[in-house]
Antibody, heavy 118, light 110 residues
Framework: EVQLVESGGGLVQPGGSLRLSCVAS????????MHWVRQVPGKGLVWVSQTNSDNSGVGYADSVKGRFSISRDNAKNTLYLQMNSLRDEDTGVYYC???????????WGQGVLVTVSS | QSALTQPPSASGSPGQSVTISCTGT?????????VSWYQQHPGKAPKLLIYEVNKRPSGVPDRFSGSKSGNTASLTVSGLQAEDESDFYCMSYAGSSKYVFGTGTKVTVL
């Protein structure tokens, strides 16, 4: 069974840092392009970041560029999102998802909640 | 990097069709065939319905279809069913390893 499981969320003060993890199983993680997507409960989806299979090609939304860093450990089947200088507007449920440029995001995790608040 | 524009809501009676538009720019939808559509029920993760403008993943009913013209993509749900009541989002590649989602459309089955 294809599965993605996120962890690492929680409450953090503005200006703080947090690292999210996403463990993959049931597919060839080392060949997959991966994404992070954020959603404030009750609001829309916002694309955050993407990495190709070996992390040699990454992309970020303008709102997080310079503060967030996406990475992966293919030996551990794990995707990461390092979030620094967190702001109130970074609050939301963060999903990891599998997908390439053409193929859409075909597998999603259950999401992990990040709350940035003083 | 502005969100793609979708109507906030759409509705139809069971058996009818509803079409949702997704308007972008020449920098995203207009330049790439990397348009995908997602369905999200409350409290659930999104589910891929359409990729590459008009292709359906295995298991997605053919009641769901996609198209694109210029800077606008569209999703049509035919033969509306009660379980189709949910939120729908479009997404497009925007170049330079960036992507953008639509604002989302809530579909109500009357």
């Amino acid at each position: 069974e294809v599965q993605l499981v996120e962890s690492g969320g929680g409450l953090v003060q503005p200006g703080g840092s947090l690292r999210l993890s996403c463990v993959a199983s049931g597919f060839a993680f080392s060949s997959a392009w991966m994404h992070w997507v954020r959603q404030v409960p009750g609001k829309g989806l916002v694309w955050v970041s993407q990495t190709n299979s070996d992390n040699s090609g990454v992309g970020y939304a303008d709102s997080v560029k310079g503060r967030f860093s996406i990475s992966r450990d293919n030996a551990k089947n794990t995707l990461y999102l390092q979030m620094n200088s967190l702001r109130d507007e970074d609050t939301g449920v963060y999903y990891c998802a599998r997908g390439g440029v053409l193929y859409g995001l075909d597998c999603w995790g259950q999401g992990v909640l990040v709350t940035v608040s003083s | 990097q502005s969100a793609l524009t979708q109507p906030p809501s759409a509705s139809g009676s069971p058996g009818q069709s509803v079409t949702i538009s997704c308007t972008g720019t020449s920098s995203d939808i207009g330049s790439y065939n990397s348009v995908s559509w997602y369905q999200q029920h409350p409290g659930k993760a999104p589910k891929l319905l359409i990729y590459e403008v008009n292709k359906r993943p295995s298991g997605v009913p053919d009641r769901f279809s996609g198209s694109k013209s210029g800077n606008t993509a569209s999703l049509t749900v035919s033969g509306l069913q009660a379980e189709d009541e949910s939120d729908f989002y479009c997404m497009s590649y925007a170049g330079s390893s960036k992507y953008v989602f639509g604002t989302g459309t809530k579909v109500t089955v009357l």
